[in-house]
């Protein structure tokens, strides 16, 4: 059995938000007393949460580069959060520029799909137990016991005992994180990903990759990995206001070095983390760099702007993009910011 560890829950808590579109909560069935979440023409859905942050707290300037070097498109890499407050975040005016005048939109999958109807299926297909297992079948009786004593709590956070009977343990434990986040006031509904695809009109989108991908990254994860993340959450459930704080604070002010400490805390104390770590970001990383060097050496492009929304942590720490990017010889820079107090 893997080691519990406080920390590990941070480093999941942290792919979760900052690695990883999430997508899940249209399709789920769960629906936590906040947010009420509908959809929007666009596909998007929208919320009404209580407002967690102050007009000060809503202001960010997250990780925001510029990579050229090539012979086609120059990118604008932008690190994202997949969560935000009601009245979403207030983002530096070369950020807003970036988003308002680039020529393509590159997000990590293409948010226009993701409609109630196909999510749905896909949770049914990926992140439900077959016929005749029930989650206690599948995790270790100390998890099992977690569930029964927190029941009043799941319930409370919009996963009752007949709904979660039949959830995978990851998919129990991404959906409790959504609730968690839920309740300090924050939604995918508001993520910096929603504000982009807002922008989009008539210019051409790229999705990085597909939900089914994403969803199955997860579902390939081993029993025993998959029972830990359960786990910790369960564990942690008091601690969690504190970790969504630690994290957003890092992630609106820029603090990439925060950022990377907090994708790979507990790693020395579980080892088992490296591997999950390596597959939400090392591996799809590289594969994204195939992709986004294409953009960039294309001569037919030459001139173009392409703005490059994904999850902040996949631009900081080892095999970033920013890293990966730079290795293959292409310019990578910072984009200057204003700073307001934060």
């Not at 560890?5 to 007393?33: D, F, Q």
């Not at 039949?166 to 409790?176: N, Y």
């Not at 290795?327 to 990578?332: D, N």
Request: charged share 25%; proline share 5%; aromatic share 4%.
């Amino acid at each position: 059995m893997l080691q519990s560890n406080r920390a590990s829950v941070a480093m999941l808590a942290a792919l979760i938000a900052l690695g990883l579109s999430s997508g899940l909560s249209s399709g789920c069935g769960h629906s936590p007393e906040a947010p009420h979440e509908t959809r929007t023409e666009t596909g998007a859905p929208s919320a009404s949460a209580p407002a967690a942050a102050s007009a000060a707290d809503v202001r960010a300037t997250p990780p925001f580069y510029r990579v050229a070097g090539g012979r086609g498109a120059t990118l604008l890499l932008l690190g994202t959060i997949h969560l935000g407050p009601e009245q979403g975040w207030t983002l530096s005016p070369a950020v807003e520029s970036g988003i308002a005048t680039a020529d393509q939109i590159a997000l990590e999958v293409d948010l226009r799909l993701a409609t109630e109807d196909a999510v749905s299926t896909l949770v049914a297909e990926v992140a439900l137990l077959g016929p005749g297992q029930q989650i206690s079948d599948v995790v270790a009786p100390e998890t099992a016991k977690l569930l029964e004593e927190e029941d009043e709590t799941l319930t409370r956070l919009g996963v009752p005992p007949g709904m979660r009977k039949r959830m995978k343990p990851w998919f129990m434990a991404t959906v409790l994180g959504e609730s968690i986040y839920a309740e300090v006031g924050l939604s995918s509904a508001s993520a910096v990903e929603y504000h982009v695809l807002e922008s989009l009109g008539a210019r051409p989108l790229i999705g990085l990759e597909t939900f089914e991908e994403q969803l199955r990254i997860f579902d390939s994860l081993s029993p025993e990995f998959q029972d830990l993340m359960l786990r910790e959450t369960l564990l942690h459930l008091d601690e969690a206001r504190t970790m969504v704080e630690e994290l957003v604070h890092a992630w609106r002010t820029g603090d990439e070095a925060e950022l990377a400490r907090l994708a790979r805390e507990g790693i020395d104390e579980l080892p088992e983390l490296d591997g999950f770590y390596d597959i939400v970001l090392g591996d799809r990383n590289r594969n994204w760099v195939g992709q986004l060097s294409r953009l960039l050496d294309d001569r037919e492009q030459a001139g173009d702007e392409v703005l490059v929304a994904v999850g902040a942590l996949h631009l900081v720490g080892r095999d970033s993009l920013v890293e990966l990017l730079r290795e293959a010889g292409y310019r990578v820079e910072k984009v200057p910011q204003q700073v307001a107090d934060r």
